[in-house]
């Protein structure tokens, strides 16, 4: 335990050295390593980006000279200086008017998301609001996502993993679950991915 912890804790110290804002990038290199669910050169749609470091990683490493994103959170983003491709929308990504802007915007190669509800303590509360917002998302995803395009949504374990699973299964050709070894061992996060989006947004 005590070395799982400093473990997490050499996450931060690198990610502080990296210049990112958070341990979380190194999540998504996990992801991107194993599953390569973001696409050189494509336009990503990032929602629960704040304080950024999942947007900063693509924007370094997965834009190449055309791709570009959009990274929405209700809160703002702390990169600076902000990339000139990272377009960034404060608010909740499901309300009506962000909404509107992120379709504009779209559509997408990939939808990553790391978003996780405020938590409560309350387990049962927690897995429920996961499982809400990743619905959401996998929703969203259906609407602004080309086709072959792929989806990372973050959940709660216990918050509906196998019934999100099997929603994600009817609009992507593989479905895989990863707990990444930056997640801390004492959270109960997964991430689903799902890569290549049906033509139809199901069968
Ligand atoms: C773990 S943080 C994301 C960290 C980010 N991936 C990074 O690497 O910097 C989760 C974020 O989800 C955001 N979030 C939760 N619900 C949201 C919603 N409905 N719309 C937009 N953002 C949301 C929170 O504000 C929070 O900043």
Redesign the pocket.
């Known amino acids: 335990m005590a070395h799982k912890r400093s473990q997490s804790d050499s996450y931060t110290k690198r990610a502080q050295k990296e210049g990112?804002?958070?341990r979380?990038?190194y999540k998504?290199k996990e992801l991107q390593r194993r599953f390569a669910p973001v696409p050189r050169g494509g336009s990503i749609l990032?929602?629960?980006?704040?304080?950024?470091?999942?947007?900063l990683y693509v924007h370094r490493k997965l834009l190449g000279s055309g791709g570009r994103i959009t990274a929405?959170?209700?809160?703002p983003l702390k990169l600076s200086p902000l990339p000139n491709r990272i377009t960034p929308l404060q608010?909740?990504?499901?309300s009506p008017e962000?909404m509107q802007k992120i379709t504009e915007l779209g559509p997408y190669d990939a939808v990553i998301s790391?978003?996780?509800?405020?938590t409560t303590g309350n387990r049962t509360i927690d897995t429920a609001r996961s499982e809400e917002?990743g619905l959401?998302i996998i929703n969203l995803a259906r609407t602004v996502l080309v086709p072959g395009g792929n989806l990372v949504i973050?959940l709660f374990q216990g918050g509906g993993e196998a019934a999100l699973t099997e929603k994600m299964r009817r609009d992507f050709s593989r479905v895989k679950s990863c707990k990444p070894k930056a997640s801390r061992s004492e959270s109960f996060e997964i991430f689903l991915i799902g890569t290549g989006k049906h033509t139809e947004g199901g069968l």
């Open positions: 990112y804002p958070a979380s990038v998504l990032d929602i629960g980006a704040a304080p950024g470091s999942w947007s929405v959170d209700l809160l608010g909740d990504a499901f962000i790391d978003a996780a509800p405020a917002l959401e973050k």
